[in-house]
């Protein structure tokens, strides 16, 4: 594993340290790129650990294709101060080019990410997202330029390195750099030809004891022995060719990537989700391990006549009382790897022109098709529909205690509520995407040091995904609909059929335990259902920077002068979507907003080379940002600092006040879910005689209770309903998405640091960067299943908003779910990196024993502290995990490393040491919003220890040209720490643990080979 801190001159990345003691450590990477790539005068290729500086003939020379992360001033020299992290090409052939979210994934400042590990139909997309603060506040770039935050697109053997630079960054970029900046730098130019190929898999020991057991109680299967599978294959192939004397390069490449399926069943540790507590008695609370499943009643469920009632079991059409003896579970079939296919291709033309110019042009293609399936076996509900009392499927003791002394006749009862089972049903889905990205850049030399970039881009991600056997946005209507049957000759028919209101109503059975939903019941209660997105981007950007000293403007102290840099960017945004099928309610929609912005940047050395003043320089940025959907202009700054006393050390601090603007949250059109089940106490929980499994009645709630939300005469009104359950959850609408009225949040970002590169110790390098990100009227979806709980128990007006209700009767109509402006989020921290690249022989060891590189990235978190809503208590997730906290919080997590470059052959070996700290159960918390109820009790999850996960690695050159490799991550198989679904069902944990931070599918085999023509 090899880490880049380095420096850059001109044509490179600003990045956080200057190492030339990382040399050796990228020679690998650097060499790689020499076959291909061609050399030019100032454009340096593959990753560089060098300090020495570009002069200002080198920069007159070359004008373009310079990248640059974190400011648009283009200084020979120049170093950053915002913490940047660098990883090259080395790294991620480490861990896997067909998956570059994974390999980012283990960098300590980035968070996790499920990648293809995941069941559920939208899943897919591989967003980056820094410091636990979402990927919508994390900007990426691809070769300097904005792209969508989607890593999908990106060819993993084309990286030539990804900058990570932490801490806002508006002033430079915009919008949405608030969490930091991810760029992504690719290779562009070959003169040859270059192939990559990988194959791997998942190899786990299935021998969980406790596993094994939950399950032969369960009646489930269980794996045994070794897993070997879950493939994933990989091949790219890049070609180019200089022409007219080396001024004009073509490139070209084609990348295929492929993932083969992992099921439940195939790992010990997923193959029995896990419940943490006993389903026969679960008010004991989190006590014991039990299997979960889909649990269904074969006999259905019905509350009539004010009871909870079932069919006879003998099949006679009779009721009896409910009980959960009669319930059934059966064994889940999901997926923990999706089954993906993913095709890139594209193009890249660089021309060297008349007046030192230089044009560029690139077109990148991507698409991933997904497939995979769910079980969604369950019931169809509907809260109460009458049934005809004439109705031929009704026994006689059932006509009688739905409809009393109506029974057979033509009248219609009073509502009653039904679930309908079919288990065994499996919903299949398909996803794609299709993106593609056109860019071309014209850049040049004004005068002397002044240059000028103009550039344009397009790019369009379009995504549609489709299921089968879904549930019908009205299917509660239509399941009461096809409760209202009558002989019609000796047939059943539908009441809505024979009056012609509904010609396509299936008579439903739900009477006797000897009849079954048949398929065309099944099939008119849910269909196919698909939903299509698009996006457009179109972005014109123009940057005039450069430096002044050859002009006399700089400071009397200094030689090198002021640096500067002019943009003017326009950016054009265009969202649509729509649903079909079972998912036509969601929205339709198409959204368009433009801005325009206007920033610049200035850099100015004071003072260097003098006593205790090796370098004392200050630079700042401003940025105007005028959005067609705002009528005031949204402003955005950076200031910036940096002195070196001495030769290898560095102090450094920057403090950005960066925004987020959510596009896409203010133009995505409204999602309408009815029959959504919403906790409201404020209306009579139904009553039941139903305690077989432990469970009571909830109480109503007082008017003095819920008097913060509704008036006396809504509370009356709610007397004598009976839509809710014995729990309190009752039947409405629940809509999320987009929100038009979202107003820009904004950040204060602020970093310390000092770089450490001591001459006495060469190859030794160290940096240690303390930041804080405070985000102001943070927007995110509505945490709705708080709203009741909030409004009503702890009076906070912020969430009554949240429950909309009939103005007449009081029900609840619309809970609202959709993103708005809340709180703030607060995170601090410090980030540690070593790098040393030690050779024996400086030691005096006089036999050629090789070269040795260690290296280490860690973060401790010291603060992540959110307020939901003003007014709200503040809840601090560090240290936590699972429920309102969701994934882990570890206060420390590293990254380290050692290598051994082999003397005897061009090759070597090293490991890695992954450590995520320990976190306890947000639950057992003090914090009021995030502690257990005094009747909720935890003993099976208290607390997830500090886990450690250990890798190999190799690597060979064969023959000139050819490399080969070999690596292994969890090279132990280490098993993931369980964590299963809690009596509120709310654990939020994915395959009995959480997998964006362990483990799940055992230890990675991975071979691969490179060759360069």
Request: charged share 20%.
């Amino acid at each position: 594993m090899k880490f880049a801190f380095v420096k850059y001159g001109i044509g490179v990345s600003v990045l956080a340290l200057a190492c030339s003691g990382m040399a050796a450590a990228q020679t690998t990477s650097a060499a790689a790129t020499d076959t291909t790539e061609q050399d030019q005068a100032g454009t340096v290729t593959g990753v560089v650990a060098s300090t020495d500086k570009i002069d200002a003939k080198e920069q007159k020379a070359d004008p373009g294709d310079v990248i640059v992360t974190g400011t648009r001033i283009v200084r020979p020299n120049m170093t950053s101060n915002a913490p940047i992290t660098t990883i090259d090409s080395t790294f991620l052939k480490e861990r896997g080019l067909a998956r570059v979210e994974d390999a980012l994934a283990q960098l300590p400042q980035v968070t996790p990410m499920l990648g293809l590990q995941g069941q559920r139909w939208d899943s897919g997309s591989a967003p980056v997202g820094l410091r636990s603060l979402g990927g919508g506040r994390t900007l990426t770039l691809l070769n300097g330029q904005r792209m969508d935050n989607d890593v999908n697109i990106i060819p993993g053997a084309l990286i030539e390195r990804i900058d990570i630079m932490t801490g806002g960054a508006s002033a430079v970029y915009g919008s949405d750099a608030i969490a930091g900046v991810v760029n992504f730098i690719l290779k562009r130019k070959f003169n040859g030809i270059a192939f990559d190929g990988e194959v791997s898999g998942y190899n786990h020991n299935n021998n969980n004891p406790l596993l094994a057991g939950l399950a032969k109680d369960a009646g489930y299967t269980y794996p045994r022995g070794t897993y070997l599978g879950g493939g994933n294959y990989f091949a790219s192939l890049a070609a180019g060719k200089n022409l007219l004397d080396d001024k004009v390069n073509i490139s070209a490449f084609a990348t295929y990537k492929k993932a083969d399926p992992i099921q439940f069943r195939n790992i010990d540790t997923t193959n029995c989700p896990l419940l943490m507590f006993d389903p026969n008695n679960y008010e004991a609370g989190n006590v014991k391990w039990t299997c979960a499943g889909t649990v269904y009643n074969p006999y259905n469920y019905f509350y009539a006549g004010g009871e909870n009632l079932t069919n006879a079991r003998d099949g006679s059409r009779s009721f009896r009382p409910y009980t959960t003896a009669d319930e059934v579970r059966i064994q889940s079939i999901d997926s923990i790897q999706r089954r993906s296919e993913t095709v890139n291709a594209g193009g890249f033309l660089t021309a060297d022109l008349p007046a030192g110019m230089r044009l560029s042009g690139s077109f990148l293609y991507s698409k991933i098709v997904e497939r995979g399936f769910n079980s969604i076996d369950g019931g169809m509900y509907t809260p109460g529909s009458p049934v005809n009392c004439d109705n031929p499927f009704l026994g006689a003791q059932q006509a009688q205690v739905i409809c009393g002394a109506a029974a057979g006749s033509t009248a219609l009862s009073d509502p009653i509520a039904l679930s309908l089972f079919r288990p065994g049903m499996i919903m299949n889905f398909r996803n794609s995407t299709d993106d593609w990205r056109g860019a071309l850049n014209l850049a040049g030399m004004i005068v002397d040091k002044i240059r000028f970039e103009l550039s344009y881009q397009q790019t369009r991600s379009i995504y549609n995904g489709m299921a089968d056997h879904q549930w019908v946005p009205d299917q509660a209507e239509r399941l009461g609909r096809g409760l209202q049957v009558r002989n019609v000759g000796g047939v059943p028919t539908c009441l809505s059929k024979i009056d012609g209101s509904d010609p396509t109503c299936q008579p439903i059975d739900a009477f006797s335990s000897n009849t079954s939903i048949s398929d065309a019941v099944y099939n008119w209660l849910t269909d196919v259902g698909g939903r299509r997105q698009q996006n457009d981007l179109q972005v014109i950007n123009g940057v005039v920077s450069g430096t002044l000293e050859d002009y006399g403007i700089k400071s009397p102290w200094a030689g090198n002068g002021i640096g500067f840099a002019v943009t003017g960017e326009y950016r054009k945004y265009r969202n649509q979507s729509t649903g079909y099928g079972a998912w036509s309610n969601f929205t339709t929609f198409d959204g368009r907003t433009t801005v325009k912005e206007l920033g610049g940047e200035i850099d100015i050395p004071l003072i260097e080379d003098r006593p205790f003043f090796k370098e004392l320089s200050v630079n700042g940025g401003y940025r105007i940002s005028d959005y067609d959907v705002y009528d005031y202009l949204v402003h955005s700054w950076k200031a910036e600092a940096s002195w070196a006393p001495i030769d290898g050390l560095r102090f450094r601090g920057s403090y950005n006040r960066a925004v987020r603007v959510g596009v896409k949250e203010r133009l995505e059109g409204e999602n309408r879910y009815p029959n959504t089940p919403m906790l409201d106490l404020c209306a009579p929980p139904r009553a039941t005689t139903d305690t077989t499994n432990g469970a009571k009645p909830r109480q109503r709630y007082t008017f003095d209770q819920c008097s913060i939300g509704m008036t006396r005469a809504q509370y009356d009104a709610l007397t004598n309903y009976t839509g809710c359950d014995s729990q309190g959850f009752c039947p409405t609408t629940l809509v999320n998405g987009g929100n038009s009225a979202l107003q820009p949040e904004r950040s204060r970002s602020k970093t310390l640091g000092v770089v450490f590169q001591p001459r006495g110790i060469p190859g030794l390098a160290a940096t240690v960067d303390w930041y804080d990100i405070d985000i102001e009227g943070a927007f995110e979806w509505t945490r709705i299943g708080m709203a009741f709980t909030q409004c009503y128990d702890n009076k906070v007006d912020f969430f009554c908003q949240f429950y909309q209700r009939d103005p007449q009767n009081g029900r609840l109509l619309v809970a609202d779910a959709r993103y708005n402006n809340s709180g703030y989020t607060r995170t601090r921290g410090i980030d540690f990196s070593t790098t040393y690249n030690l050779d024996p022989k400086r030691l005096g060891i006089a036999e050629d024993i090789g070269t040795f590189n260690l290296n280490f990235n860690g973060t401790l978190t010291t603060k992540f502290e959110k307020q939901f809503a003003p007014g709200n208590t503040p809840w601090e997730c560090l240290g936590y995990f699972g429920f309102t906290c969701r994934d882990p919080m570890p206060r420390w997590r590293h990254v380290a490393g050692v290598n051994w470059q082999l003397p005897w052959i061009k090759g070597g070996f090293g490991f890695t040491w992954r450590h995520i700290g320990g976190t306890t159960n947000s639950k057992l918390s003090s914090n009021p919003v995030l502690a257990a109820r005094p009747d909720e009790i935890y003993k099976v999850a208290l607390r997830i220890p500090a886990y450690n996960y250990f890798d190999f690695n190799s690597n060979v050159t064969l023959v000139k040209g050819i490399d080969v490799r070999f690596n292994v991550q969890n090279l132990f198989d280490k098993d993931p720490p369980l964590i299963g679904t809690d009596t509120n069902f709310s654990s939020d944990s994915y395959f009995n643990t959480y997998p964006t931070y362990y483990t799940v599918r055992g230890r990675t085999l991975r071979v691969g080979i490179s060759a360069r023509f």
